[in-house]
């Protein structure tokens, strides 16, 4: 779902893909369209102010994927490209950046039409070809619904277009995703690996480096790439995942001791300056979900649960279930974890600062699937597209 506009997608035996964008306050069909054509295996797609993107399964003899960008008004073919099987694609508000790691190097797309705007070459290093993108975000962006994962649903694709490159030799280069313009470098000394922690968002670069028996959380002026802030020291045991910010100004983040999960904690501080620090114990959390000032830890567990934790590190309330950000200061919460097979889960609201309101039951619905606005949820059944309003 992006705004009011939800998309569904089904495949035929044969693989044609069937795509039908409906008005989610209605319930209206808009369009259906199959001209994204057929594969042997659909992996998922992504919902844009343009349209919506799909994308096919790496196929397994020639190793490539397929992405087509099926335009909003009616669902026209608006363009496609063929993928290598580990490219990764970031979406600005005029540009897909393509990750291609078969040819080495970035690709900016116009959304408008697919044609190359700009090409850039990754740089050359004696420690291999490896690279790592992280695409900058902001606190408009944490503002509006996410995926249990996190992902927002509605980002805000035009307020920093800015990309990260991480490359084999720990150096990091800045990139207008518009543009291709490489912005601000960082070759020597390395700042990061491509298998750091890292986020970016609001103007900084924040990486969990770990060197001389000592990790570290340090944070970078993405203007200047100067000298880190060092906001955080830890012992060379610890283990840090999961960078996510978690209000204006701050930084949390999961730390793990060795293989013990039971001695999980989430910690957070100030990223201006390394104040106002907390660690809270949260056994099992693997995932960080920023809500406003406060951060959802999803815990693995059987059931799951899910810890929301204030901007102070206390715990407000655990419940049973599956939680997802609503906007800055509510969540949903389902009675199941995200299953391809079709269930039953229970959906309750909740305001951070207050108790659970039963929202009703999906009947038969694939959850792992499920999207969602702030009055309205978007699922696939069985054989039928489900929207189901829960607010307004």
């Not at 992006?2 to 069937?18: K, P, Q, T, V, W």
């Not at 480096?209 to 955080?232: C, F, H, K, M, Q």
């Amino acid at each position: 779902m992006i705004g009011n506009r939800a998309y569904f997608a089904s495949a035929s035996d044969e693989g044609l893909l069937g795509v039908v964008a409906a008005d989610a306050d209605t319930g209206m069909e808009i369009w259906k369209s199959t001209e994204a054509g057929s594969a042997e295996r659909w992996d998922g797609m992504v919902a844009l102010p343009t349209g919506v993107a799909v994308f096919t399964d790496t196929d397994s003899t020639t190793r490539t994927s397929r992405m087509a960008v099926l335009v909003a008004p009616k669902g026209e073919l608006l363009w496609q490209r063929t993928l290598g099987g580990d490219d990764g694609v970031y979406f600005s508000e005029s540009t897909a950046v393509l990750v291609d790691r078969v040819a080495h190097r970035l690709v900016g797309l116009r959304v408008t039409d697919g044609k190359v705007a700009w090409q850039k070459p990754n740089p050359t290093t004696d420690s291999g070809t490896s690279t790592a993108v992280y695409a900058a975000t902001t606190s408009d962006d944490l503002t509006g619904p996410a995926t249990v994962s996190g992902v927002a649903l509605k980002p805000d694709l035009d307020d920093d277009q800015r990309l990260v490159q991480i490359s084999a030799d720990r150096s990091v280069r800045v990139i207008d995703a518009a543009t291709g313009d490489v912005v601000k470098e960082q070759r020597q000394p390395g700042i990061a690996d491509t298998n750091s922690p890292v986020l970016v968002h609001d103007g900084r670069l924040i990486v969990g480096e770990s060197a001389n028996n000592t990790a570290r959380i340090l944070a970078y002026d993405l203007d200047t790439l100067g000298e880190p802030e060092v906001l955080a020291s830890l012992p060379s045991s610890v283990q840090v995942s999961q960078l996510t910010p978690c209000g204006r100004e701050r930084v949390c983040w999961i730390e793990t001791t060795g293989y013990d999960t039971e001695k999980t904690k989430v910690a957070g501080l100030t990223v201006t300056d390394g104040s106002a620090g907390w660690r809270t114990d949260v056994p099992g959390t693997d995932n960080l979900v920023p809500v406003g000032d406060h951060v959802l830890a999803a815990q693995d567990s059987s059931p799951p649960t899910a810890t929301l934790l204030d901007a102070k590190g206390k715990v407000v309330w655990t419940a049973n279930g599956v939680a997802a950000r609503l906007d800055g200061g509510n969540v949903l919460l389902f009675s199941t974890a995200p299953s391809v097979y079709p269930q039953d889960p229970s959906v309750s609201g909740r305001h951070v600062g207050d108790g659970e309101k039963p929202l009703g039951p999906l009947r038969g619905v694939r959850t792992s699937t499920c999207s969602w606005n702030t009055s309205t949820i978007a699922c696939v059944g069985e054989e039928d597209f489900r929207l189901q309003r829960f607010a307004g």
